[in-house]
């Protein structure tokens, strides 16, 4: 700051262009957007659409398979749980039957805590 001899340089600003680098590559831009290319793209593209089609169901469809298959699922667990009830001894029984309701108990208290705000 103190030096009365320093002079700034002058910045160079190059002159002539407004694109920037490698803006000038893509001159061949058609005059109307709505021109066709004569190009094979659009055939290709027909192409690829065609192998990507899929039979369309109907939401109805698709629904009714979803109950369907719900209803084998439980259908298919009672069947288990029938098979295993008809194997247990008297005891077993007793002691399922047991738990189930403490389940139920447990179940319902978390239900009131919950409802009370506790």
Not at 16 to 26: A, F, H, M
Not at 68 to 88: G, L
Not at 100 to 116: H, N, P, R, T, V
Request: proline share 3%; net charge negative.
């Amino acid at each position: 700051w103190d030096a009365e001899d320093f002079e700034p340089s002058v910045p160079v600003v190059p002159q002539g262009t407004d694109r920037w680098e490698g803006g000038d590559e893509d001159d061949d831009v058609k005059d109307n957007w709505d021109d066709e290319d004569d190009d094979d793209t659009k055939d290709e593209a027909t192409k690829v659409t065609a192998v990507e089609k899929k039979k369309k169901r109907t939401l109805a469809d698709i629904l009714k398979e979803k109950e369907e298959k719900k209803k084998r699922e439980i259908e298919e667990r009672k069947a288990r749980e029938e098979a295993a009830k008809k194997d247990m001894t008297p005891e077993e029984l007793a002691a399922e039957k047991l738990r189930q309701q403490k389940l139920a108990e447990e179940g319902d208290l978390e239900l009131a805590k919950d409802m009370f705000g506790m």
